[in-house]
């Protein structure tokens, strides 16, 4: 029975998360979501060239400045080991590594998840499985072709918050506390997260933080804490010497030209309360989380204070409750924080359910509140004309783009000016520097490059030209 679970879910999970190989799979070729990851496969391919490298700066963007990346090199290391397990078989391993990293972090985290909820004894833990399987936002963090971080932090967030809840759990039911193995798992995880991206993970590490220290300083302080405490400083330690820099946080940049480009950034659009993306995530279960969070309040102990974490079943979950809202507002302001939203109220549902004692009732309702997410899905698997005719035409530009950027290699240095949603993966194609990037750390590139096409001014755009060294100009449409 163990064997057809994790069978089971391992098919749906691959089946999501794979769904879309007919645009990374084209003629041959294997092409890559968007422009952060060909970014992120520059990187890599300069570490295969020189291993031990530890990229601090990006000379292939924002030419001739360069960048100071915030991408760390976690990821960088582990698509490379990726390919070297690959090479045996494919002449295009560094490529395919970066195709499937996000996929096989997914099922790594689908295998965790499936084990930790069987002992956490979670009645409908399948509910939280299912979830995490098919939402899609969900699967947009991890699919195919997307070697991004957002696949390796939410890997590391599941395994950090799920440690943290069974520490909490194991600290309430014994009395010896100083046994409790959880908090070395945890805290471990939430450094290697921030490593990784010292953005949402930090984040959310310093709201799990508050939260205990508000409500049970005794807990934050304990004996059973100290050996993950120690592991958790050593690994952020580790990281600084490591990476030499700290992160840029030009994200909060009040700049118009910034805030111009960050409209044209789908993670940083806001995602009001009224979207139906919502729905689409998480389900119609999501309406009535409200609802069910108030039956766990009023089904404690009696003799058991609310918000207490040695006691109570609502104390014990206190901070997936606190963290669900808290990425619901962040969400609200950031659609980049639905990745961890949707996980969160996917490893709250369990705990949320369990006071219906019903089964039939509660697998006929999470069915029927499915039906959003089946629609996204049915619009993803079967598409109308008029998308099919749209992807159809995306990867004929891909592939023509990867033509045209092979006839630019070349020894010498030959930097070149494209749209910035173009530039990653002509650099990548061709090993040429250009002049804008996919990061906000190359925001003086792209808008040069911005006021190149949009200009009129034939003297104008050869000032352009000549500042940023850039004698080859590439349009999208030629």
């Avoid at 309360?273 to 689409?280: Q, S, Y």
């Avoid at 089964?359 to 069915?367: H, L, S």
């Avoid at 992807?391 to 030959?414: I, M």
């Amino acid at each position: 029975m163990i064997f057809v679970e994790i069978a089971l879910l391992s098919a749906l999970i691959l089946a999501t998360r794979c769904a879309n190989y007919q645009d990374i799979f084209v003629a041959g070729n294997i092409y890559f979501v968007d422009a952060d990851c060909y970014a992120r496969m520059t990187r890599v391919q300069m570490c295969d060239a020189q291993p031990g490298l530890i990229v601090r700066h990006h000379a292939f963007e924002n030419f001739p400045q360069g960048t100071t990346p915030h991408t760390t090199a976690p990821l960088d290391y582990l698509i490379l080991g990726l390919s070297l397990l690959l090479k045996p078989f494919t002449a295009h391993a560094l490529d395919l590594a970066g195709a499937f990293i996000s996929p096989v972090l997914a099922l790594l985290g689908g295998w965790f998840l499936w084990w930790w909820s069987h002992r956490m004894k979670f009645r409908y833990r399948w509910v939280l499985l299912i979830l995490y399987a098919i939402s899609p936002i969900l699967v947009q963090g991890t699919e195919l072709g997307r070697p991004d971080h957002q696949s390796l932090s939410i890997l590391l967030v599941t395994i950090a918050i799920c440690a943290e809840w069974s520490s909490r759990m194991k600290a309430a039911d014994t009395a010896a506390s100083e046994d409790n193995r959880w908090s070395i798992v945890s805290e471990p995880a939430w450094a290697l997260a921030i490593w990784v991206t010292a953005y949402e993970p930090l984040v959310l590490f310093l709201i799990i933080i508050t939260t205990t220290f508000l409500v049970n300083r005794r807990a934050l302080f304990g004996r059973d804490r100290r050996a993950g405490s120690i592991f958790f400083a050593a690994i952020i330690v580790i990281a600084l010497l490591i990476e030499r820099r700290i992160p840029s946080l030009l994200i909060l940049h009040p700049d118009p030209i910034f805030k111009n480009w960050a409209r044209t950034i789908g993670e940083l659009a806001h995602a009001s309360p009224a979207n139906p993306v919502w729905l689409r995530w998480c389900g119609y279960l999501l309406l009535v989380a409200p609802f069910l969070i108030w039956m766990n309040i009023r089904t404690r102990r009696d003799d058991a204070p609310p918000f207490d974490f040695a006691q109570g079943k609502l104390g014990r979950a206190l901070p997936i409750y606190v963290l669900l809202i808290a990425t619901y507002v962040l969400t609200i302001w950031q659609a980049r924080w639905g990745y961890f939203f949707a996980l969160l109220f996917a490893l709250a549902l369990p705990a949320l359910l369990a006071p219906i004692k019903w089964p039939a009732a509660v697998w006929i309702t999470f069915a029927l509140s499915m039906f959003p997410i089946f629609r996204d899905w049915d619009e993803r698997l079967w598409p109308n004309e008029t998308q099919l005719a749209a992807r159809v035409e995306r990867r004929n530009e891909s592939a023509q783009l990867r033509d045209l950027a092979l006839h630019l290699r070349s020894r010498d240095v030959h930097p070149f000016l494209a749209p910035w949603w173009l530039s990653p993966s002509i650099a990548y194609w061709s090993g040429q520097p250009g002049v804008a990037g996919s990061s906000h750390e190359s925001l003086n590139g792209i808008e040069d490059g911005a006021r190149f096409f949009l200009s009129d001014d034939l003297q104008r755009e050869r000032e352009i030209l000549q500042q940023t060294a850039a004698f080859k100009l590439y349009r999208a449409a030629d």
